[in-house]
């Protein structure tokens, strides 16, 4: 049963599109955060999401927005599609202030042509 | 915000031998310290932590050191094997609150036979 679970697994699209990706945690985690992974492999946050605030990278374009319909969900829409927007996108979770860490799913490539 | 350093990039040890991967982190109220492997097309999956009342801890072939005076981590693995060929990255986050992980940009880990 996968802890964080994301789709699409890819997902291909052209210039100028709308596009969302879905993420779902089964581990009664609090927190739910994206993650861009470039061609580097450099892992940087964009977004981090609990009940009570939602953090926001500033280098994040506000064409890319979270939407969490409910605790164990944290959608990652993004608007107008740039070829620079290809790269794989984690969602992750973890529970604030607990002794375990943080668990990814296992990405969304996304090709933007 | 924090700012993780790590190196080397690249390294290239024989199987059997030692590697040690060093990152150094700025931001003094950063107590997690996660190291996360990586293999090609995977999530990041956590190996090892350390929280900063640690200086030290081992599993198995594995270890991390932390040194908060010098803003300092490093991560040991002996006895290397063909199967710990990855990309490595540490991390950091003050914990607490919903601010994620700061990932260092990763060591690509070579294995020779």
């Known amino acids: 049963d996968t802890a964080v679970s994301q789709t699409p697994k890819y997902l291909v699209t052209q210039m100028g599109n709308d596009k969302s990706i879905k993420c779902e945690q089964n581990l009664g985690h609090d927190t739910m955060y994206w993650y861009k992974q470039d061609s580097k492999k450099f892992l940087k946050i964009m977004f981090s999401y609990n009940n009570k605030e939602l953090i926001i990278n500033e280098t994040v374009p506000n064409r890319f927005s979270p939407k969490s319909p409910d605790k164990a969900h944290l959608n990652l829409h993004i608007n107008s599609l740039e070829l620079g927007d290809s790269a794989v996108y984690f969602c992750a979770s973890s529970q604030i202030g607990a002794n375990y860490g943080y668990t990814f799913g296992s990405g969304t490539r996304l090709t933007v042509v | 915000g924090e700012n993780v350093e790590q190196h080397p990039s690249t390294l290239s040890v024989q199987e059997g031998d030692s590697a040690v991967i060093k990152c150094t982190y700025s931001d003094s109220a950063s107590n997690y310290f996660p190291w996360y492997k990586q293999e090609l097309g995977k999530r990041p999956q956590l190996i090892i932590d350390?929280?900063?009342?640690?200086g030290e801890k081992k599993d198995q072939r594995i270890a991390v050191t932390l040194n908060k005076t010098a803003k300092h981590f490093s991560l040991h693995i002996t006895e290397t094997q063909p199967e710990d060929s990855a990309v490595y990255f540490c991390?950091?986050?003050?914990?607490?609150?919903?601010?994620?992980?700061?990932f260092g940009k990763g060591t690509h880990l070579i294995i020779q036979p």
């Open positions: 991390a950091a986050t003050p914990g607490g609150g919903a601010d994620g992980l700061t």
């Open positions: 350390i929280r900063s009342n640690v």
